[in-house]
């Protein structure tokens, strides 16, 4: 079994209400009885790319657990290469595979430089292609990224979509060892399907998305951070590996 945490979208801006936030997820995650195997964040870490913001996300996650992250549309991959992840600064997607308890993590980057729709592109499916088919036979494989692949019922989400899911949809074909999507960017929590996957959208941390029949402002500020755990396991020891998710939100800490 892994147990992995996810969240995403904490757009962090140097304002008290950010960071309070986001301090807040992390506070829980680290006091859990029993630790995660990693943590997931999917994007929009910081809300300008903006130096300082990302060494401030670099505070702010530092665990006892591998905290395992790739870019959204809010973020600048030289800036977020440099001061969160302490690489030198390149202009390339942001690519990682993280293997957590023989399950192969692939945290990729769809982020479109100064756009806000994402696509996985040429290098990134290439790369997706080459690191799937170079896994060990039997590994698992969990692909996550920022924007979620599939309609999710709202204007502003649904603006600002995946593009080239044909591509994706082909690679996955491919690929039987994949066993679901996680995304961030739609600011709820969701669960949809693409290619005969589960699509699990992780909640956001700044801020919730109200949808149509809530009420008309998109934006609930009011709703505490959320969070989601996923666990992977067998249902029998040969059968196929099956990703139960729990979504939680993060109340205040009673004073």
């Known amino acids: 079994m892994v147990l992995l945490a996810q969240i995403s979208d904490l757009h962090l801006d140097g304002t008290e209400r950010a960071t309070e936030r986001a301090t807040r997820v992390m506070d829980h995650l680290r006091a859990l009885p029993t630790p995660v195997d990693a943590l997931l964040v999917t994007g929009d870490i910081a809300d300008h790319a903006a130096p300082e913001e990302y060494r401030e996300a670099a505070r702010i996650l530092a665990a006892p657990f591998p905290v395992l992250s790739c870019p959204g549309n809010h973020d600048a991959r030289a800036a977020y290469r440099t001061h969160l992840l302490g690489e030198p600064a390149a202009d390339g997607p942001v690519n990682r595979l993280h293997l957590v308890n023989g399950t192969a993590v ?25 690191t799937l088919a170079g896994l060990p036979a039997g590994t698992p494989a969990l692909l996550a990224f920022h ?58 941390v700044t801020w919730t998305l109200r949808l149509p029949w809530e009420g008309e402002h998109p934006a609930d500020r009011e709703q505490p951070p959320g969070l989601a755990f996923h666990v992977l396991a067998r249902d029998e020891p040969a059968g196929p590996h099956r990703l139960t998710t729990h979504f939680r939100a993060v109340l205040p800490t009673a004073r």
Do not use: K, N
């Open 147 to 204: 924007h979620p692949p599939v309609r999710l019922h709202h204007p502003l989400p649904d603006s600002y979509t995946l593009q080239g899911e044909p591509e994706l949809a082909e690679l996955l074909a491919e690929h039987p060892q994949v066993v679901a999507l996680l995304t961030g960017h739609a600011h709820t929590a969701a669960a949809s399907s693409f290619a005969g996957l589960p699509v699990i959208v992780g909640p956001a």
């Open 106 to 130: 692939l945290m990729c980057d769809s982020s479109v430089p100064g756009r806000d729709e994402g696509r996985l592109d040429r290098e990134t499916l290439a790369w997706l292609a080459a």
